[in-house]
């Protein structure tokens, strides 16, 4: 079973920021927040993730919360290639591996001409 | 640099018959990944495999699946007498180890099983 929760769907105005929540609320101290994204049943993509601080990267941002119960991936510009499934899932060392990578249904977003 | 190669994509089988999928890593990757989605579902993780070992298959079924991923050459999902509820998309990751710790995953595009 996942370890988080993230809304089913979403939508966003293309040129918008794209915030997709995630609960994570069991996360252990060693465990990473990962984001993945799923284009209609093309292989997941790796987006970015991060411990406890703010991450940047040429995708995306991700914001953690203090506690570590809860994330946001921020797309800053939203584009019409940017719809897809986003899944969340929270892993004990960097990269998981990915048998620790748990997903979840993740989030449907859909970005709005 | 090549991404993960998976063949082949799209697989056709009879009720009973073998299916096997194929997955290359790329390159400098040791770790492979096996995930199975079935349609409308989330990833489901299958088994975590190194050159020669199997690490974790808690996410195998008891019988008829098996992987390996030998010394050399593509990492090998293999389903036997398949059923209709074998139908999926099979996907695999790999990662590469540094200083002890796991990179990040990297996907391939998958294998799209139909039994017929």
């Known amino acids: 079973d996942a370890k988080t929760t993230q809304p089913p769907s979403m939508d966003c105005a293309e040129g918008r920021a794209a915030n997709l929540p995630c609960n994570h609320s069991?996360?252990?101290?060693?465990?990473?927040v990962y984001w993945y994204r799923q284009i209609h049943s093309q292989g997941p993509q790796y987006i970015i993730h991060?411990?406890?601080n703010n991450e940047t990267n040429e995708m995306a941002s991700l914001i953690i919360t203090e506690d570590r119960k809860s994330s946001t991936l921020i797309l800053p510009h939203a584009t019409l290639r940017d719809t897809a499934v986003y899944y969340c899932?929270?892993?004990?060392?960097?990269?998981?591996?990915?048998?620790?990578?748990?997903f979840g249904k993740g989030t449907h977003l859909i970005i709005q001409p | 640099n090549a991404g993960v190669m998976q063949n082949p994509r799209h697989l056709v089988r009879r009720r009973g018959q073998e299916a096997r999928l194929r997955c290359s890593p790329m390159?400098?990757?040791?770790?492979v990944y096996w995930y199975r989605q079935l349609p409308e579902e989330g990833l489901k993780f299958m088994v975590y495999?190194?050159?020669?070992?199997?690490?974790?298959e808690s996410g195998m079924p008891k019988e008829r699946f098996s992987a390996e991923f030998p010394k050399e050459g593509p990492s090998i999902l293999r389903i036997q007498q398949v059923v209709r509820g074998d139908s999926a998309a099979y996907f695999c990751?790999?990662?590469?180890?540094?200083?002890?710790?796991?990179?990040?995953?990297?996907f391939g595009q998958g294998t799209r099983l139909t039994v017929v």
């Open positions: 991060g411990l406890k």
């Open positions: 990751a790999s990662s590469a180890n540094r200083g002890g710790v796991n990179t990040e995953a990297f």
């Open positions: 390159k400098g990757h040791s770790h």
């Open positions: 069991t996360i252990s101290g060693n465990e990473y």
């Open positions: 899932s929270s892993a004990p060392q960097v990269g998981g591996g990915a048998d620790g990578l748990t």
């Open positions: 495999l190194q050159k020669e070992n199997i690490i974790d």
